[in-house]
T-cell receptor, first 116, second 112 residues
Framework: GAVVSQHPSWVICKSGTSVKIECRSLDFQATTMFWYRQFPKQSLMLMATSNEGSKATYEQGVEKDKFLINHASLTLSTLTVTSAHPEDSSFYIC????????????FGPGTRLTVT | GESVGLHLPTLSVQEGDNSIINCAYSNSASDYFIWYKQESGKGPQFIIDIRSNMDKRQGQRVTVLLNKTVKHLSLQIAATQPGDSAVYFCAENKKGGNKLVFGAGTILRVKS
């Protein structure tokens, strides 16, 4: 149980375009979903936390107008990278938590974004 | 032995030996800690967790030790296998919150 999927697993887009990444909890309802970014040989950095039906909370330094997060249901959150630039190329990982206030998170397989 | 790479330290061990991966956490208010394994191109995979009311927890071939006095966490892997080669991250969760803060990570390389 506690499986999280992401789609697509990799995407290549041109500079200036937008790309949407989906995160789904397949066998449980996620009270909270999290979006992370990971650059090569570095750790995971939390970008934002989203709860179903409410606005996402962004970490300091993350532009909310550039990284749009929608958490439309208890099983789906989307991250849209708008007006993508080559420096946005990274590995984007989502996770989902089942219980509010508890740290246990289940991670998706990640999405490799390359902006040309 | 250990060496420091561009961003992540590397631990190289011989197959069959025990591995010890260390992590220093930052927040004394953290009360929940998790070790994750990440293989190349994949998301983090849960290994084992521990709460702050414990100082040791054992799983299958893995043991996590928590020293709250010096804010130190370690992951011990017994009889390390080639399939254990990956990057290992510790993560901490502050009491009452749901965010995880990840450590820098350690690359484990298992030599056959």
């Amino acid at each position: 149980g506690a499986v999280v999927s992401q789609h697509p697993s990799w995407v290549i887009c041109k500079s200036g375009t937008s790309v949407k990444i989906e995160c789904r909890s397949l066998d449980f309802q996620a009270t909270t979903m999290f979006w992370y970014r990971q650059f090569p040989k570095q750790s995971l950095m939390l970008m934002a936390t989203s709860n179903e039906g409410s606005k996402a909370t962004y970490e300091q330094g993350v532009e909310k107008d550039k990284f749009l997060i929608n958490h439309a249901s208890l099983t789906l959150s989307t991250l849209t990278v708008t007006s993508a630039h080559p420096e946005d190329s990274s590995f984007y990982i989502c996770s989902a938590g089942r219980l509010a206030g508890v740290g246990e998170q289940y991670f998706g397989p990640g999405t490799r974004l390359t902006v040309t | 032995g250990e060496s420091v790479g561009l961003h992540l330290p590397t631990l190289s061990v011989q197959e069959g030996d025990n591995s010890i991966i260390n992590c220093a956490y930052s927040n004394s208010a953290s009360d929940y800690f998790i070790w994750y394994k990440q293989e190349s191109g994949k998301g983090p995979q849960f290994i084992i967790d521990i709460r702050s009311n414990m100082d040791k927890r054992q799983g299958q071939r893995v043991t996590v030790l928590l020293n709250k006095t010096v804010k130190h966490l370690s992951l011990q892997i017994a009889a390390t296998q080639p399939g254990d080669s990956a990057v290992y991250f510790c993560a901490e969760n502050k009491k009452g919150g749901n965010k995880l803060v990840f450590g820098a990570g350690t690359i484990l390389r298992v030599k056959s």
